[in-house]
């Protein structure tokens, strides 16, 4: 009876913490706005970055896992930090969390992109 129930738990702590991530469907809303990245981490299993719009409002937008990233050239250092960029992405409804699609600088040049394992953006995926 215990096994029953330990195993039980475990199949919905694990069902859990698969659903509250994976897939985008919880960022609806695109955005496209200038930035000032306050904190890049580079960690699995997806790095991330902080950054402060130009209202104030700080942003937590998810970019690929770190290994994804350098695979397709990009590190930790990557994206300039303490600098205004554009980013576009798509966020939740109401909320500050999302993630990045492309990092961009002012000027157009391209700090950054989200790509899937087989090559593609997640622009062309969305």
């Known amino acids: 009876m215990f096994m029953r129930i ?3 738990v475990l199949v919905l702590v694990f069902s859990l913490s698969a659903s509250a991530h994976h897939g985008w469907r919880s960022y609806p809303v ?3 706005f200038t930035a000032t990245v306050t904190e890049v981490v580079h960690r699995m299993p997806h790095a991330y970055i902080y950054a402060e719009d130009e209202q104030g409002t700080v942003w937590h937008l ?3 896992p770190s290994e994804r990233n350098e695979r397709f050239g990009y590190d930790g250092s990557s994206i300039p930090v303490g600098v205004p ?3 576009i ?3 939740e409804r109401g909320g500050n969390e999302g993630k990045v699609h ?3 600088s002012l000027e157009g040049e391209n ?3 989200y790509y899937y394992d087989n090559g593609s953006s997640s ?3 969305r």
Request: glycine fraction near 8%; hydrophobic fraction near 40%.
């Open 6 to 8: 330990f195993g039980s």
């Open 30 to 32: 695109e955005y496209n």
């Open 62 to 64: 998810f970019l690929a």
């Open 85 to 87: 960029i554009q980013l």
């Open 89 to 91: 992405g798509q966020h």
């Open 102 to 104: 492309f990092a961009n």
């Open 111 to 113: 700090y950054y992109t």
């Open 123 to 125: 622009w062309s995926r």
